[in-house]
């Protein structure tokens, strides 16, 4: 993950996922912390995506709107990437950016 050059610390994706995080998640690393996200497509704009601890704790999830000039499929790999965080989401796929924008807060 290039991203990480940037980072001091970050945590390693821990051994085993929680119960309470989807298969589907994937371990952002952070400095000092990570998270596991989860996208879901609610429509053919709208995404609804969760944040959870590395305990399991849902930390935010929230409809999310895809602003980037091009479509993104989620049915093809893709990888979360660094800046996200409750509000904005970036998502690596196919060698472009997708930015997600925070529409309704759900938790």
Known sequence: MPDLKWLKTTLAVPDKKHEQVPDKAQWLSGEGAGSWFFIQETSATEFEITRFSEKGIVECKS??????????????????????????????????????????RII
């Open 63 to 104: 409809t999310f709107e895809c602003v980037s000039e091009t479509s993104f499929h989620i049915s093809q790999s893709f990888q979360f990437i660094h800046l996200s965080h409750c509000k904005e989401v970036r998502i690596s796929q196919n060698n472009r950016t997708y930015l997600f924008v925070r529409k309704e």
